[in-house]
């Protein structure tokens, strides 16, 4: 699996320069994860307070923001915890490229959700990485200098 | 499949498992009742009167205080409103007076007995809701820097001057409880019609319709605008923590806002009795002083104000009537601002 991973440079040298995108996405997310994991997000309701400030003025879709009201913010502390599970799950898959597809897919569907519950302030951002996450997708970023080459040379499909 | 499905649930069990581990450790050991009091930000948080009224508080009531941050008192009631009972608040700081309708009419509130208050004439009327009693007052007015503009505005006309144009920072009403402050102002000083005409042509003036007042205030003290619309003690702020006397309260013909701040123990509360005591602590003199040197508003109870700094200030000529208006005459007029901000913003 290691001799694959180095190998895949050989082989889908062309991905190079997304696999460097796809590591330093990984590492932003990680080192933003561990800041919300060793800060109080998890135990102060700052994604409630982000959502109850935000949604009046959100572009978001009215069924968006009747679920977000609804369910969301009462159970603040179960947003909290999924978004930081993803987060960290981001991270993972990207630094070791590892099943990337599936996971830029989630990484599509949290920067959505963010971009609904999220000020102007932090717009551009999250439609910038909307952006990488969908190229990652696409070209399957985690087949070069990443675990999934070792499964894409034996399974093939989608899923790597 | 398999592979992202087992590697999904394996980060996510080790995310509850680490989660759980410390939640463990963090658990107090304390048997102490806690006093949880909702309130916004900048009551809250550290620069605020809450951690100096905490720890008073503490002192005597053998219990703990625990706060429960909101980010502006405009949002206060929509998280009380979502979250209801399942926020354990024991005390809710920071409600104005448009608030107050809204809040009766969604939440069951505790009737406060507090005996006779020797409050500020012009607080009087504000004591008129007997679940709800205001802590601290003040008039709000538009902020500019010294010199900064060749005409500073004396009345809502002059906010129209090309001069200003994208240069004021306002709070947006939906959110906020100075933003419905000026609003309220604009429509009690011109009448309804004419009022939201003004505000139509108002709209190009303003830079943002920030969701806070610190973000509001933010873009002023940023030198982003020239103007922001806060508290008439506001200068006094940068003069006492900054000694910076850039800052300047203008004086406007209209007769100016008055916002008061309420603090009402929500029927669900768990220590009830607690609860009364801290609103009492709160109308005590050294409560008192307390919010207003740190929330840098007027007291309400007399002689705590008296040769301080803010005793001057409290001469501009506001509103005389306390107005509470119904829940639907808020979202009344807050539907038509929308309406107008909308056809702006297309």
């Not at chain 2, 973000?215 to 006492?240: C, D, I, M, R, W």
């Not at chain 2, 509103?319 to 829940?327: G, H, M, N, P, T």
């Amino acid at each position: 699996m290691l001799v694959s991973f180095f190998e895949s440079v050989k082989y889908v040298g062309h991905l190079l320069p997304i696999s460097f995108l796809r590591i330093f996405l990984g590492y932003y997310y990680l080192e933003h994860a561990l800041l919300k994991y060793r800060g109080d997000y998890l135990t102060r309701p700052r994604i409630a307070d982000q959502m109850a400030e935000w949604l009046p003025a959100s572009h978001a879709p009215n069924w968006f923001k009747i679920f977000a009201s609804s369910t969301m913010i009462p159970n603040w502390q179960t947003v909290a915890f999924i978004v930081l599970g993803l987060e960290f799950a981001i991270a993972i898959s990207y630094i070791v490229g590892y099943v990337v597809r599936p996971v830029a897919l989630l990484g599509v569907l949290l920067c959505v959700t963010m971009l609904f519950i999220s000020g102007p302030a932090s717009e551009d951002l999250y439609k910038t990485f909307l952006a990488i996450h969908l190229i990652l997708a696409w070209v399957g970023a985690g087949r070069c200098l990443g675990f999934d080459y070792y499964f894409y040379k034996r399974r093939r499909g989608l899923w790597w | 499949m398999k592979h992202f499905v087992l590697f999904i649930a394996v980060v996510f069990l080790t995310l509850f498992l680490a989660v759980l581990n410390r939640t463990d450790n963090a658990a107090p050991s304390s048997s102490l009742p806690t006093v949880r009091v909702f309130g916004y930000a900048s009551f809250t948080g550290r620069w605020g009167p809450g951690p100096l009224l905490k720890d008073l508080f503490e002192k005597t009531c053998k219990c703990k205080v625990e706060f429960i941050e909101g980010s502006d008192s405009g949002i206060l009631l929509q998280r009380l409103k979502i979250e209801g009972e399942s926020l354990g608040a024991d005390v809710v700081v920071g409600l104005d007076q448009f608030d107050l309708s809204k809040a009766t009419a969604e939440q069951p509130w505790r009737k406060l007995s507090l005996g006779q208050l020797d409050v500020y004439d012009a607080v009087r009327p504000a004591l008129a809701n007997s679940y709800f009693v205001p802590y601290d007052w003040g008039a709000l007015t538009f902020v500019a820097r010294r010199g900064e503009l060749v005409h500073m505005p004396g009345s809502l006309d002059d906010l129209l001057a090309p001069e200003l144009a994208k240069k004021i920072a306002l709070q947006d009403p939906r959110t906020s409880s100075p933003g419905m402050q000026f609003l309220y102002w604009v429509i009690r000083t011109k009448g309804e019609e004419e009022g939201f005409r003004y505000l139509q042509k108002l709209m190009s003036q303003i830079h943002s319709f920030s969701p806070t007042w610190s973000t509001a205030y933010g873009l002023f003290t940023n030198k982003q605008t020239k103007l922001v619309y806060s508290y008439v003690t506001s200068p006094l702020y940068h003069e006492t923590e900054e000694k910076k006397k850039d800052y300047l309260a203008l004086p406007f013909t209209e007769a100016l806002p008055v916002q008061f701040e309420f603090v009402g123990i929500p029927d669900f509360c768990r220590h009830c009795d607690l609860a009364e005591q801290f609103v009492n602590l709160m109308l005590s003199p050294e409560g008192q002083k307390i919010i207003m040197e740190k929330n840098y508003m007027f007291p309400v109870m007399k002689g705590v104000m008296e040769n301080t700094p803010f005793a001057p200030l409290m001469n501009v000529k506001t509103l005389q009537q306390v107005e509470i208006l119904s829940a639907t005459e808020v979202d009344r007029l807050l539907r038509r601002w929308t309406e107008i901000r909308r056809g702006e913003l297309n």
